[in-house]
């Protein structure tokens, strides 16, 4: 019982970094741009927030710090994708690669150093409950935090009418030009608010999940969080929904080694890669699905005035 | 106010003026970032870009990691033309390794005492066959499922990555190797080109890949079929130009290619299978495709620079105590400076009055 209470936990917290990168990216996509650089961003952000978070101490200063370095490095992806109209995949790739660079760099030394004060997190009173409690209500405030995210943002894009210019935008940039909308500066709000997600992400990586900082500690995240906005048909409550569920296969390896299973653990550690592999075959395979809910304009460059 | 301002045709002289100047910022940049850590931005620059080329030796290790590069690049290259987005080639890098190593291991176990003459073509066979297997997988799932093969070809990398893992740590791993994760040190390798240095006869596989890619891509009628496609999907499909095949033929090619290069660096410098046979040679290929103008001869150019690069961040480290991770940096912003140039290829900048 309580094991199954603990492995609920884990989840939610494996499942909430994905959803953080997801959500941002889902805010990208939705205005038509897409960024294969969430893993590069994830990367600054995760060194960028595990040193504001050991020279301050505090938290909050570091997913502040993340969220800046993420969406400042989605506005520099931004700035070359909208105005100069660079192909979004090389640039996405090119601050993917970056982003592996730079925080291998900076976080030379911080390799081997732990952050001090962690602190026990639970939701007053609810936390009290058995089974419950430790379940859902003793996660760190960022997991509650990303549940409401991907409620404003749903709520945001379906039910406001900035949501339904932003995805007017996103669907079909030449009309909303037209009709007097500044696209490529609503292209690039949205990039960076997608940018600081990531860094959101990122962080909790390594500032709450880790929490330390090892080179290429998000391990792939970024790319199954572009995984997973394809999962969800760009759909925000799905997105979570995902993340959860990938969250639970990044947590089944351990339970499962835990049940002494014999498995290899190298084949268990596939397990979410394959998954990605398995979620996208499936919901790929029906053409249409996809293209009645993905943004027109999703990865296409825009012109203002031709 | 400046403005950007389409051109009625693309720019021949941008298109090879512009590496050169993104070259020229990434030192530009490079040089600051060694101002700023303290370093001398001259001597910082020397050891990066001239001590690789300095002596014999340091220009047959050059080679050898060109070789490599060369190798991944190819293929990337025919991919990125045809818009097929395959950035897995680290993966497919790792399965060529991994079936190369494989074979070798066995051969030393049966103790056949083949020539190292004889194993180069098994080897080459081996790594091809690796490689293109590994491609498959994402050719097969996107042209029956369409699944995006940017994700599934990067999916892959992690997966081959431990299977490596898995090989070298249980059972492949050296059972009188003091429980290190590799295998056996193979009885044979690849020949060498030149006695006492470690570059091998994969680089001559490498040119003369160079010059068949080219020729592929430029004088046969399949290789522009491939292209249509990817500059012009629409007019590819009125002419009856097959996307399947061009999905196939593009990931098979540079999944052999970089298979090729995984097999000779492990078959050769290595000599035997651990965790880190690769140094991220099938990301960094990425780049050099760009910075090669997406052209077998351009890429052999862009190998070379990047591979001092390569070079130039291990001296970095030895000599200057900066870490070798400001290779990989380097790397970024010289993508990110090549990308920003090439808008000049299609746009000019105007200077225009405000109204």
Same mark, same amino acid.
């Given at each position: 019982?309580?094991?199954?209470?603990?492995?609920?936990?884990?989840?939610?917290?494996?499942?909430?970094?994905?959803?953080?990168?997801?959500?941002?990216?889902?805010?990208?996509?939705?205005?038509?741009?897409?960024?294969?650089?969430?893993?590069?961003?994830?990367?600054?952000?995760?060194?960028?927030?595990?040193?504001?978070?050991?020279?301050?101490?505090s938290p909050t200063v570091a997913f502040a710090a993340a969220a800046a370095a993420g969406a400042l490095s989605a506005g520099l992806f931004g700035a070359l994708v909208i105005w100069l109209n660079t192909n979004q995949y090389a640039t996405g790739l090119a601050v993917s690669l970056f982003g592996g660079g730079f925080s291998a760099f900076v976080g030379v030394e911080y390799i081997g150093k732990t952050l001090e004060g962690r602190s026990m997190h639970s939701v007053p009173l609810l936390g009290d409950l058995p089974f419950v409690g430790p379940a859902l209500f003793q996660q760190h405030p960022m997991v509650y935090l990303t549940m409401l995210f991907a409620l404003a943002i749903g709520l945001f894009f379906n039910r406001t009418r900035t949501g339904l210019v932003l995805r007017s935008v996103?669907?079909?940039?030449?009309?909303?030009?037209?009709?007097?909308?500044?696209?490529?500066?609503?292209?690039?709000?949205?990039?960076?608010?997608?940018?600081?997600?990531?860094?959101?992400?990122?962080?909790?990586?390594?500032?709450?999940?880790?929490?330390?900082?090892?080179?290429?500690?998000?391990?792939?995240?970024?790319?199954?969080?572009?995984?997973?906005?394809?999962?969800?048909?760009?759909?925000?409550?799905?997105?979570?929904?995902?993340?959860?569920?990938?969250?639970?296969?990044?947590?089944?390896?351990?339970?499962?080694?835990?049940?002494?299973?014999?498995?290899?653990?190298?084949?268990?550690?596939?397990?979410?890669?394959?998954?990605?592999?398995?979620?996208?075959?499936?919901?790929?395979?029906?053409?249409?699905?996809?293209?009645?809910?993905?943004?027109?304009?999703?990865?296409?460059?825009?012109?203002?005035?031709? | 106010?400046? #403005?950007?301002?389409?051109?009625?045709?693309?720019?021949?002289?941008?298109?090879?003026?512009?590496?050169?100047?993104?070259?020229?910022?990434?030192?530009?940049?490079?040089?600051?970032?060694?101002?700023?850590?303290?370093?001398?931005?001259?001597?910082?620059? #020397?050891?990066?870009?001239?001590?690789?080329?300095?002596? $014999?030796?340091?220009?047959?290790?050059?080679?050898?990691?060109?070789?490599?590069?060369?190798?991944?690049?190819?293929?990337?290259?025919?991919?990125?033309?045809?818009?097929?987005?395959?950035?897995?080639?680290?993966?497919?890098?790792?399965?060529?390794?991994?079936?190369?190593?494989?074979?070798?291991?066995?051969? $030393?176990?049966?103790?056949?005492?083949?020539?190292?003459?004889?194993?180069?073509?098994?080897?080459?066979?081996?790594?091809?066959?690796?490689?293109?297997?590994?491609?498959?997988?994402?050719?097969?799932?996107?042209?029956?499922?369409?699944?995006?093969?940017?994700?599934?070809?990067?999916?892959?990398?992690?997966?081959?990555?431990?299977?490596?893992?898995?090989?070298?740590?249980?059972?492949?791993?050296?059972?009188?190797?003091?429980?290190?994760?590799?295998?056996? $040190?193979?009885?044979?390798?690849?020949?060498?080109?030149?006695?006492?240095?470690?570059?091998?006869?994969?680089?001559?596989?490498?040119?003369?890949?160079?010059?068949?890619?080219?020729?592929?891509?430029?004088?046969?009628?399949?290789?522009?079929?491939? #292209?249509?496609?990817?500059?012009?999907?629409?007019?590819?499909?009125?002419?009856?130009?097959?996307?399947?095949? $061009?999905?196939?033929?593009?990931?098979?090619?540079?999944?052999?290619?970089?298979?090729?290069?995984?097999?000779?660096?492990?078959?050769?410098?290595?000599?035997?299978?651990?965790?880190?046979?690769?140094?991220?040679?099938?990301?960094?290929?990425?780049?050099?495709?760009?910075?090669?103008?997406?052209?077998?001869?351009?890429?052999?150019?862009?190998?070379?620079?990047?591979?001092?690069?390569?070079?130039?961040?291990?001296?970095?480290?030895?000599?200057?105590?900066?870490?070798?991770?400001?290779?990989?940096?380097?790397?970024?912003?010289?993508?990110?400076?090549?990308?920003?140039?090439?808008?000049?290829?299609?746009?000019?900048?105007?200077?225009?009055?405000?109204?």
């Open positions: 019982m309580n094991e199954i209470a603990l492995l609920i936990a884990a989840t939610l917290s494996s499942g909430t970094p994905l959803a953080l990168a997801g959500l941002g990216l889902l805010i990208n996509e939705k205005v038509g741009v897409v960024n294969l650089g969430a893993e590069g961003m994830m990367l600054i952000a995760a060194v960028v927030g595990f040193a504001a978070a050991f020279h301050s101490g996103g669907e079909n940039p030449e009309s909303a030009h037209a009709l007097g909308y500044p696209v490529r500066w609503l292209r690039l709000l949205c990039v960076m608010a997608g940018g600081a997600l990531c860094g959101l992400g990122g962080a909790y990586i390594s500032v709450v999940y880790a929490p330390l900082w090892a080179e290429g500690m998000i391990a792939g995240r970024g790319w199954i969080a572009l995984a997973l906005t394809v999962f969800a048909t760009w759909r925000a409550a799905r997105l979570l929904l995902g993340a959860y569920l990938f969250g639970g296969v990044t947590m089944l390896q351990l339970a499962l080694q835990g049940a002494g299973v014999d498995v290899p653990s190298q084949f268990m550690s596939m397990l979410p890669y394959l998954a990605t592999i398995v979620v996208l075959v499936l919901i790929s395979s029906n053409p249409q699905w996809i293209r009645l809910n993905m943004p027109s304009s999703l990865g296409k460059p825009f012109y203002p005035g031709r | 106010m400046l #403005q950007l301002e389409a051109r009625a045709e693309a720019s021949a002289f941008w298109r090879y003026a512009s590496p050169v100047v993104a070259l020229g910022i990434t030192l530009a940049l490079s040089a600051l970032l060694f101002v700023a850590l303290g370093k001398d931005p001259v001597r910082g620059l #020397q050891i990066f870009l001239l001590e690789p080329w300095n002596g $014999t030796r340091a220009i047959t290790e050059l080679a050898l990691k060109s070789t490599a590069l060369t190798l991944c690049a190819l293929g990337l290259a025919l991919c990125f033309r045809s818009n097929v987005w395959n950035i897995g080639a680290e993966g497919q890098f790792l399965a060529g390794g991994i079936a190369a190593g494989g074979l070798a291991m066995w051969l $030393t176990m049966q103790k056949t005492g083949i020539s190292n003459w004889a194993f180069f073509p098994l080897a080459t066979l081996a790594g091809a066959l690796g490689g293109a297997i590994w491609a498959s997988i994402t050719a097969a799932l996107k042209d029956r499922f369409n699944a995006n093969e940017i994700l599934v070809s990067l999916m892959l990398v992690y997966v081959a990555n431990l299977l490596l893992s898995y090989l070298v740590f249980g059972p492949w791993k050296d059972p009188k190797g003091f429980n290190f994760p590799q295998t056996v $040190t193979f009885d044979m390798a690849i020949p060498r080109l030149l006695s006492g240095f470690r570059v091998h006869w994969g680089a001559v596989v490498a040119v003369v890949a160079v010059v068949m890619m080219w020729v592929f891509m430029s004088r046969t009628f399949k290789g522009y079929q491939l #292209q249509v496609g990817g500059q012009a999907a629409a007019a590819s499909r009125y002419a009856g130009f097959s996307a399947r095949s $061009t999905l196939w033929t593009c990931l098979l090619t540079s999944g052999a290619f970089a298979g090729i290069a995984g097999a000779y660096e492990v078959t050769g410098p290595i000599g035997q299978l651990t965790p880190f046979v690769s140094v991220g040679y099938g990301f960094t290929a990425i780049i050099v495709a760009f910075v090669g103008r997406l052209h077998p001869v351009g890429c052999v150019a862009a190998s070379v620079l990047l591979s001092t690069f390569l070079i130039g961040g291990q001296l970095a480290q030895s000599r200057i105590g900066l870490p070798a991770a400001l290779t990989g940096l380097f790397q970024g912003i010289l993508l990110f400076s090549l990308l920003a140039c090439d808008t000049l290829i299609n746009h000019r900048i105007r200077l225009k009055a405000k109204p």
